[in-house]
């Protein structure tokens, strides 16, 4: 009976030492969450107004002049960009883009798949060990941007997606990644990246509105398109990594709540093996004595 009491104390130490590590962790990721939402809720309306400036400048010069990122083909390469954290520890926040990833490719990109010419390139050291398992090619050489999410290194990516979609080495790119929405909940996104996606009204059809250019059309062009695509790439980092500290700050918050939950159960077969070591010692002590005095 005193080894199963034993094993209990130390069970329960175990416990207690692996709480008091998921309640740090949760007041971190609590700190490094406040910073990480003040970024993305200053960048987010900054991003939606330039990605409509964006559609709306493409619509409005496809007549005239090519804008290679708007260039719509015939979609027989796919690029899927995977975006998680560096990090474990924050639920189903990881598994959750490579399952979404998955499906998307079986709904939409089937024959492409088959043909060997659906590749994803991973963003998060994650997304880099989760797909080096799986059967996809990779663009690699980008896994470590969410290390610290930093304007040089994304526009950096985000020029490289230009480059290889202009040279047409992909026919579509998507992004895949987890929007913040608030501390506990996670939107898991799948955005288009390129080609550039022209506005659309509220009946779903193209709008066409006809825009004055100042200085002229094609330094618009030039000038606006790299920068927007840049922070359109920069604003999903950002919302990801915000969406990591919630999701992880929500995952220790339960793990700590599951501790009290095991520590109470604990507790309590600890105190019915000690209640009954007890009985058996004193009902040993009384047939002990009882003996005795027959004798």
Do not use: W
Not at 166 to 173: S, T
């Amino acid at each position: 009976m005193s080894g199963k009491l034993k094993e209990v104390r130390t069970r329960i130490g175990s416990v207690k030492n692996t709480q008091q590590i998921t309640k740090a962790m949760k007041v971190v990721s609590a700190a490094k969450l406040r910073k990480a939402q003040d970024a993305i809720l200053r960048m987010r309306p900054y991003s939606v107004k330039m990605t409509e400036i964006l559609g709306n400048l493409a619509a409005a010069v496809k007549d005239d002049m090519s804008i290679p990122q708007a260039e719509v083909r015939p979609i027989k390469k796919v690029l899927m960009v995977a975006v998680t954290s560096d990090r474990g520890l924050c639920g189903g926040f990881n598994s959750n883009v490579t399952k979404r990833i998955k499906a998307v490719i079986a709904a939409s990109y089937t024959e492409q798949a088959a043909a060997g010419n659906v590749h994803v390139m991973p963003v998060g050291k994650k997304a880099d060990d989760m797909f080096k398992r799986l059967d996809y090619p990779l663009l690699s050489g980008f896994a470590g941007l969410m290390g610290k999410v930093t304007f040089e290194p994304s526009k950096a990516a985000s020029d490289h997606l230009k480059q290889v979609f202009a040279a047409g080495e992909y026919d579509r790119i998507d992004i895949v990644y987890n929007a913040f929405k608030n501390a506990a909940t996670q939107d898991l996104t799948v955005e288009q990246f390129l080609p550039i996606k022209p506005p659309v009204d509220d009946d779903g059809s193209q709008s066409n509105i006809d825009f004055l250019f100042e200085p002229d059309r094609e330094t618009m062009v030039e000038e606006l398109v790299p920068r927007i695509l840049d922070t359109q790439f920069f604003r999903c980092l950002l919302d990801s990594n915000a969406a990591e500290h919630g999701a992880r700050m929500t995952a220790m918050e339960q793990a700590t709540e599951n501790a009290n939950e095991i520590l109470k159960e604990l507790k309590i077969s600890y105190n019915r093996a000690r209640q009954a070591a007890i009985t058996t010692e004193l009902t040993e002590i009384v047939s002990g004595a009882a003996a005795l005095s027959e004798g």
